[in-house]
């Protein structure tokens, strides 16, 4: 019945005829005397044309008699099967009542916001079977109430969107804060936009914040705040939900579950110069050496000492290089260095403590060369900071916030634990992008939103990482004022993208599934530089220096102190 008057209770009109107005099944009856408003009408105009007709002492004031009112009464009562065009009335004289075979249900109904609202027939209600037939159709479904919401009939929504790339993008900002926007958020608004017949504009929020409490207000801060105070219809963007922003407003159906991050910038690439010796480790490189020179020593001793030796048999071809251990430890780094040997032990016990040289040479040249290339081509970098506790731990590198975030009212209304640390020691960023930016100046590491880190660490590998700890993991949706006539459509349709998948083909559009920039080891794959191999003409030009030097010592001992060469006891 809508667009008639249907009160809770009959008026008293209406109650002074029916004196069982008040139950259940009869409230209908105000609806009702419109009927009885057409038999009425219907009886006068058919008196009207009698020529005993009178209206001259038709009053009510004073009360008096009308004389052609029997007339017009007689009418009422012997009424039958009259169609006015609302429904077949007649006089029932049982129940001294007039009967109609059906309610007309007539509603508002208009196609867009700006066309004229025009009343229709929805429906038609019958009194004697008690069936409704519903007569109007909408977008494919019938309604009684014709202005039931199924859209927003092309009206211009106001969305308030924060800037998180890639889901909201902002292309152009004009000055009364309006924004052109890009991402996600663009394809989302245009997929319910279309499904839901509105258009939509998106304007930055005035104070640049996502929303949280304000100190002394009772209104939030932000996107949150203006959908609160009505200023805008729709917070469009990745909001997380929290309880204390659902206490003022309503989150739509989750558009993904997100986290937070740790946008830490990378540290400079370790230098290649020494990776030409970083096969072995310090420690391995040290037993090398020693162990050369105790190879040499042993050799020689069996050399010496061995009764089978070229040099003890006196046999002609016997050299004295058998018998001395500077030749041995020649000998035996030459052989370390694939460049061969000058001479041979004759004896087998020396010969036996070579060959196993040998051996242990071949293993240790095949592991440093199999790993050897991989040190000369790629750079490594040890990440330090994987966690909160390691943010905090160190004070090169500051927690920077966005001011107004989920994140910030979390760290800020903490009591203990890491949290509170990183509340003592953190900065604020007047907005999310601010935050990513002073990232790169190398100073201060961004935490939000870990999808937004995601988008710009793929896209800046040589300058920052992720940390590897997420956390205050959460949904983030759409917000709707409080109790919004809208909220369960846009629900629905969120639902009907999540069941098709578009959501998640929007979610793969945006951030790719490829590995991005962690935390722990980095490494960079190169070509062999100068730098790569400079350790090697370093140590090339120390040895070429200590043979200068050897040739010095080498012309004083023969020149200044006028000893011959082999008085040296290394000789």
């Known amino acids: 019945t809508t667009g008639i008057n249907v009160p809770g209770s009959c008026s008293a009109p209406v109650r002074d005829v029916f004196d069982s107005c008040d139950t259940d099944w009869i409230r209908t009856l105000d609806t009702r005397f419109v009927d009885a408003v057409e038999a009425l ?77 025009q009343f229709i027939q929805s429906g038609m209600y019958n009194t004697q079977s008690g069936a409704l037939s519903v007569l109007f159709r909408e977008k494919g479904v019938s309604l009684v109430f014709p202005n039931t919401f199924l859209g927003f009939k092309n009206e211009t929504i106001r969305i308030c969107s924060t800037e998180i790339l890639p889901f909201t993008i902002y292309r152009q900002t004009f000055p009364n804060k309006t924004v052109i926007v890009g991402g996600m958020l663009k394809d989302v608004l245009d997929i319910l936009a279309a499904r839901l017949d509105f ?103 069996l050399a010496y000492f061995s009764p089978f030796s070229a040099y003890n048999l006196r046999l002609e071809f016997a050299i004295a290089d058998e018998i001395w ?41 095949g592991t440093y060369t199999g790993d050897l290339t991989a040190h000369l081509t790629i750079s490594f970098t040890d990440l330090p900071i994987k966690t909160l506790s ?98 369960a459509n846009i629900d629905f349709q969120f639902q009907k993208m999540h069941e098709t998948g578009i959501m998640q083909k929007l979610f793969n559009t945006y951030w790719s599934s490829d590995a991005v920039c962690s935390s722990g080891s980095s490494t960079e794959a190169d070509s062999i530089n100068l730098e790569g191999s400079g350790g090697c003409f370093i140590v090339a030009l120390a040895f070429y220096g200590l043979g200068l030097l050897t040739l010095l010592v080498e012309l004083l001992w023969t020149k200044a102190l006028k000893r011959h060469p082999l008085d040296c006891v290394v000789y």
């Open 199 to 301: 258009r939509y504009s998106v304007k930055v929020p005035d104070d640049g914040q996502w929303g949280g409490p304000q100190a002394g207000k009772s209104y939030f801060s932000g996107c949150v705040g203006e959908v609160q105070r009505g200023i805008v219809s729709i917070g469009g963007s990745t909001f997380t939900k929290t309880a204390i922003r659902d206490s003022v407003v309503d989150f739509s159906t989750p558009l993904f579950q997100e986290a937070n991050g740790i946008l830490v910038p990378r540290p400079p690439p370790e230098s290649k110069l020494w990776n030409v010796y970083a096969p072995f480790k310090y420690d391995v490189w040290i037993l090398v050496i020693i162990f050369i020179f105790v190879c040499a020593a042993v050799t020689w001793v």
């Open 390 to 487: 390691d943010l905090v731990a160190q004070s090169a590198v500051k927690p920077l916030v966005p001011e107004g975030t989920n994140l910030d009212t979390l760290l800020s209304s903490s009591t203990g634990g890491v949290y509170r640390q990183v509340a003592d020691k953190m900065l604020m960023s007047d907005t999310l992008p601010g935050c990513i930016e002073q990232t790169f100046q190398g100073k201060e590491a961004c935490l939000t939103d870990y999808t937004a880190l995601l988008y710009v660490a793929r896209a800046n590998c040589s300058k920052v990482y992720i940390a590897d700890e997420i956390f205050n993991t959460a949904t983030v949706a759409f917000m709707y004022p409080e109790d919004a006539y809208f909220g």
């Open 41 to 117: 009408a219907k009886a006068l105009n058919d008196a009207v044309t009698e020529s005993t007709f009178n209206v001259s002492n038709a009053a009510c004031n004073p009360l008096q008699v009308w004389s052609s009112g029997p007339s017009v009464y007689s009418k009422l009562t012997s009424m039958s099967g009259y169609n006015s065009n609302r429904g077949v009335i007649s006089f029932n004289s049982t129940t001294g009542h007039f009967d109609s075979q059906g309610i007309e249900v007539v509603g508002s109904f208009n196609q867009k916001l700006s066309s004229p609202i």
């Open 325 to 365: 251990l500077q030749e041995y430890i020649w000998s035996i780094v030459g052989s370390f260095m694939q460049q061969g040997q000058d001479f041979y032990p004759f004896a087998m016990s020396p010969r036996a403590v070579l060959a196993f040289w040998w051996m242990f040479t071949v293993i240790i040249y």
